[in-house]
């Protein structure tokens, strides 16, 4: 059992943060009220943010990220290319001395 929940007369579980009187109406209503905001879909039809301008305040805005084609690759943010080889040859070949990179 749970801190939530509570055991009734009949065995069977029930939350126990949930009021239950005959003048709990207006507390239920009123919490489900706040906590539809935290749903995404519900905040993103009531809130009109399509009508407000995206760039105001901010002083060098280009454009929106609406999708991102590719992520970075290793630590460093932005890198979009991992090295593996140079004209052929491995990296850590090259890195160890075993080859040389081949004269053009």
Known sequence: MNKHSS??????????????GMGAGR???SHRW?????????????LSNEWKKPFAGSSHAKGIVLEKMTHAVG??????????KV????LLALFKEKKEKPRS
Not at 7 to 20: E, Q, V
Not at 75 to 84: E, L, Q
């Open 7 to 20: 055991s009734n007369t009949h065995g069977k579980m029930i939350d126990s943060w949930k009021t239950r």
């Open 75 to 84: 630590d460093i943010p932005g890198v979009r290319f991992k090295v593996v």
């Open 34 to 46: 706040r906590q539809r905001w935290t749903d995404k879909s519900y905040k993103k039809s009531h």
């Open 87 to 90: 004209s052929g040859v491995s």
């Open 27 to 29: 507390k239920l209503k």
